[in-house]
């Protein structure tokens, strides 16, 4: 049950109201932030709001027990604080929110309707959407191993164990020409054959990382297509250093980087069909392994 104010309660009731949404957002490097979809700055608590024109909250999902809760917000991308570079390079990733209900004629009655951190944030050329989901979310984290025949650890970890900064998996390049929002040609990886780097990591020198979906050769010119555009960064003549991808199979792991000793996936594991296959008349039945 929430706590309203009787103040507030009161001016509810009276069927005139003077509401407005706020936002207070911590992001995870410590800055915080305040929003709200009024049409001019409030005070709230030690922060100010800003206003955002076009700033529309979505509906409140509650659940009961461990459900997560679950909300959205959308809007313009009009604020100086958030900008499509730093969504693009993670910087609003898991959040904490806040999401309040206050009368915009005295900020101190407020009602506290969502706690929670920003999960998803779709973006486009003007505008972006977050999902917001509440703190039962960490709740429903997988915890442990899953088995699967892919392995479960990220390439240059402590886990895998291979050493990704030699020259064989690592190389610098430059942007010689920006072919989309997320793909472009570059010089400097001339010497690695296509798909080398399919599924690897980029890292920008003006700073931010991406993810990349696809190494190509077209006409003896290298392309580089992104998971996701990664925003002003990407131009002609910007610098970056890029590291070599794995598909967390066993025959890569084995093949490209000789690290079958610490692959950590289970490759011999039997399918569905093997589990579920029963006794063959003219094989053998005496408990022993199906692999010879």
């Keep these: 049950m929430r706590n309203i104010p009787e103040v507030l309660a009161a001016r509810l009731a009276s069927g005139v109201t003077t509401l407005a949404y706020v936002w207070r957002i911590v992001r995870r490097d410590g800055e915080a932030f305040a929003f709200t979809d009024h049409d001019r700055a409030l005070p709230f608590e030690a922060l100010t709001c800003e206003p955002m024109a076009g700033l529309v909250a979505g509906a409140i999902e509650k659940s009961l027990g461990l459900g997560v809760d679950t909300a959205s917000v959308s809007g313009a991308l009009s604020s100086v604080a958030i900008t499509e570079e730093d969504l693009a390079r993670g910087l609003w990733d898991g959040a904490q929110v806040d999401l309040f209900r206050v009368d915009w004629s005295d900020p101190s009655l407020r009602v506290h309707l969502f706690a929670g951190r920003i999960g998803e944030v779709r973006r486009g050329v003007s505008a972006f959407e977050a999902e917001l989901r509440g703190l039962q979310a960490a709740l429903n984290t997988p915890v442990g191993r899953v088995f699967s025949r892919f392995c479960d650890a990220d390439l240059g970890d402590a886990r895998c164990g291979k050493d990704v900064s030699t ?3 690592r190389s610098e390049g430059v942007v010689s020409e920006v072919i989309s929002n997320a793909a472009f040609r570059a ?11 399919t599924r690897g990591r980029l890292s920008w020198d003006a700073g931010g990382e991406a993810e990349v979906s696809e190494h190509r050769i077209e006409a003896d010119a290298v392309v580089i297509e992104l998971l996701d555009a990664p925003g002003a960064v990407l131009a002609s003549g910007a610098a970056f250093a890029i590291f070599a991808g794995c598909d967390k199979r066993f025959e890569t792991c084995r093949a490209k980087f000789g690290n079958t000793p610490n692959f950590r996936g289970f490759p011999h594991m039997p399918g569905n069909d093997a589990l579920q296959s029963g006794p063959v008349a003219g094989e053998r039945l005496d408990g022993s392994s199906r692999r010879v």
């Design 167 to 169: 020259s064989a998996f």
């Design 187 to 197: 010089v400097g990886l001339e010497g690695f054959a296509g798909d080398w780097f």
